[in-house]
Nanobody
Framework: QLQASGGGLVQPGGSLRLSCAAS????????IGWFRQAPGKEREGISC????????YYTDSVKGRFTISRDNAMNTAYLQMNSLKPEDTAVYYC????????????????????WGQGTQVTVSS
């Protein structure tokens, strides 16, 4: 089971750190991804980190602003989001892959195994 948390309301330019906590299995063996779904839009994959934390991926719209990390000892992954924009408003989900490496196409939902409930991020003044 995965649980995303840390969302909330933040002003443009602000920061949030999302957490993804796993229970019932050991996520250390799997890559972890973050997706988001904005109102009226499809869910999109935005970031991934490999099991060892070495390989990372960011979609262009968040590159340079978001940082993915993980603490395998704590069975937790994080998404540090800086310089937030109104277009970052969405429900954010974390997920694990079927292996320790990030999928070739991070955006494809079929590449991901377990999904947690999302956390709402609203960027507004």
């Amino acid at each position: 089971q995965l649980q995303a948390s840390g969302g909330g309301l933040v002003q443009p330019g602000g920061s949030l750190r999302l957490s993804c906590a796993a229970s019932g299995f050991t996520p250390a063996y799997y890559a972890i991804g973050w997706f988001r779904q904005a109102p009226g839009k499809e869910r999109e994959g935005i970031s991934c980190i490999s099991s060892g934390g070495i390989g990372t991926y960011y979609t262009d719209s968040v590159k340079g602003r978001f940082t993915i990390s993980r603490d395998n000892a704590m069975n937790t992954a994080y998404l540090q989001m800086n310089s937030l924009k109104p277009e970052d408003t969405a429900v954010y989900y974390c997920t694990t892959s079927w292996s320790g490496v990030c999928p070739r196409d991070v955006r494809r939902e079929s590449e991901w195994r377990y999904w947690g409930q999302g956390t709402q991020v609203t960027v507004s003044s």
